[in-house]
């Protein structure tokens, strides 16, 4: 007897580990094992061209769900319990817990970084605007101080020039 089973990748929450369905006894039903489940394979390459560079954090949790639930359809079609299913996924997810981990803080570095800039540069902006406010105060108690003192001399020689 022929059988067929099929895998789907899931790298980002399986790693290196594969979805693997039940087997199937006719082709035909593999292949529509296949056709429901290979729209949520995603070609993952590694650093930034990877599947969280690519679709984001939240989308994957989306696909996330949506895989599993597909998934353990799949599996239940194809004789086995949905719950079983379920868990065992889960177990080889958890499993890569710390691979995630990994890949979420390298990403929010990567995307934290531009926005690092854009902070310390406003922040320099404020700074510089600050430094010139108080040279503009500054300069400005300076003349209204030299204002009254020129006032006080006009009116000493006024005063002087009256007597």
């Given at each position: 007897d022929l059988t067929f089973n099929v895998r789907v990748r899931q790298g980002?929450?399986?790693?290196?580990?594969?979805?693997?369905?039940?087997?199937?006894?006719?082709?035909?039903?593999a292949c529509e094992a296949w056709e429901r489940l290979s729209v949520f394979e995603v070609n993952s390459r590694k650093g930034r061209g990877g599947v969280v560079w690519r679709i984001g954090p939240m989308e994957l949790h989306e696909r996330w769900s949506r895989f599993k639930l597909a998934f353990a359809e799949v599996c239940e079609g194809a004789g086995a319990d949905r719950e079983t299913v379920?868990?065992?996924?889960?177990?080889?997810?958890a499993e890569q817990v710390g691979h995630r981990e990994r890949l979420l803080r390298y990403w929010e570095a990567q995307h934290m970084m531009p926005e690092d800039r854009?902070?310390?540069s406003a922040e320099a902006q404020w700074s510089r605007e600050q430094r010139a406010m108080r040279r503009i105060h500054r300069l400005l108690h300076r003349w209204r101080s030299h204002e009254r003192r020129v006032a006080v001399r006009l009116k000493r020689q006024t005063d002087a020039a009256k007597a």
């Open positions: 980002f929450w399986l790693g290196r580990r594969q979805a693997t369905t039940p087997r199937f006894h006719t082709l035909r039903a379920l868990c065992k996924i889960q177990e080889l997810a854009r902070r310390r």
